[in-house]
């Protein structure tokens, strides 16, 4: 197996920075390009180097803030982890973008640009992709996300971040075991790069405990985002993903939907010009 993302020259004037949160962590950030603030929120086991690509595509139209999420890359991890900590690391890099900012979200990353929005922040606009919401009738035989997030701990404490990263790949992403297997023989950068985050998985889980195992999406606080929003699922992707993306959109007060045929979950480093179309469109519009 071959690694076929997508090769994106680096754009030119990136300079990097820090924040500092409320509860003093200190969040790494890279900037680059020029026009409206867009900010990208990683998904689970990545950092800003995953969205490297993304960013400077999206450069030429935007200044784009590709921040290491708390405990990730060069960002500060000071514990006890909550979602609210997280919430106002994101807060704290849409002030230091002037603000407000546009903000575009993937998988858990798209969970909590939505509780920042949801809470208050100052989120002009957001695009999300495939929102890890677990909905029964999409996923009926999967494990509970509650045991997942469980078993995933255990793992973590017990040293083996390998197995953690295992268990979350199969049992939440929904990654055929054989491909697993390939990905970590022939991606092994990739594998060691997810394994240095895997003490993050905690936080990943945390962000979507609520919003799990098909409670109803209408009662859920996200009926009060008022920013313009686009919610995207990939045509390749299962069910489990697809499903909850395309009820979200119905939630979410004037939400838009759209389907990237041909796509899957890992989009954003596998496909970055598809995403970035996307969202050149819906933010420039």
Known sequence: MTDNRERVEPAAGLSRGRVTSRDGTTIAFDRQGEGPPLILVASALSDRSDAAKLAAL?????????????????????????????IEDLEALIEAAGGSAYVFGSSSGAVLALRAASSGANVTKMALFEPPIRLRDADPGATSPADSATRVRELI????????????????????????????????????HMIAMAHTLPYDYALVEDDVDGKPLAGLEWVSVTAPTLVMDGGKSPARLRRPAQVLATVVPGAQHRTLQGQNHGVVMMAPKVIAAELVEFFGS
């Open 58 to 86: 999206l450069a030429p139209q935007f200044t784009v803030i590709n921040y290491d999420r708390r405990g990730r890359g060069d960002s500060g991890n000071i514990e006890p982890y909550s979602v609210e900590r997280e």
């Open 157 to 192: 404490d017990a040293g083996r971040r390998n197995d953690a990263v295992k268990h979350f790949m199969t049992h939440d992403v929904g990654v055929p075991g054989p491909f697993l297997l390939i990905m970590r023989v022939t991606m092994r950068k990739m594998w060691s």
